[in-house]
């Protein structure tokens, strides 16, 4: 039996990206009170980070603040300035459950409108775009539930 390849690691690339598709000043309104090392968008590039690392540990993921390019792009804060960000991992989960749900769409939805825009129509004129539902949940309502049944087996 193979096992499949490992991923490439995750990089200055895949930040690069990051940046380029989620502008820092794109979240800028969502933040409130003093400034932190972990803005939202600093907050969004590190959950998105784990997930690329193959759900990397806390620790793994807050050690990526120290990395370039990710420590040269980080807020200006007092923090930042004097060098005292800490490799501590409680600030970054308490952030990550702090993070305003209307970010997260906010990312998605810009992402969403900046790939769409660039890509061509492929098939009939149109664009195009696979949805793989693995992961996604649909709000349970009774008009659904008629067009799309459960599915059965032997038992019922």
Known sequence: M?????????GSRSFQLFQQLVPPHLLDAFEVGHKSVFSHWIVVWLMIFQRLSRNASLSRTVAELKVEPVASDLPDCKRVREGGVSMNTGAF??????????????????VFETLANTQRPIWKGRRAFALDGTTLSLTHRPELLDQFPPARNQHG
């Open 2 to 10: 193979t096992t499949p390849p490992h991923p490439e690691p995750v």
């Open 93 to 110: 989960s308490q952030a990550r459950s702090n993070l305003p749900s209307e970010v997260a769409a906010k990312v998605a939805d810009h």
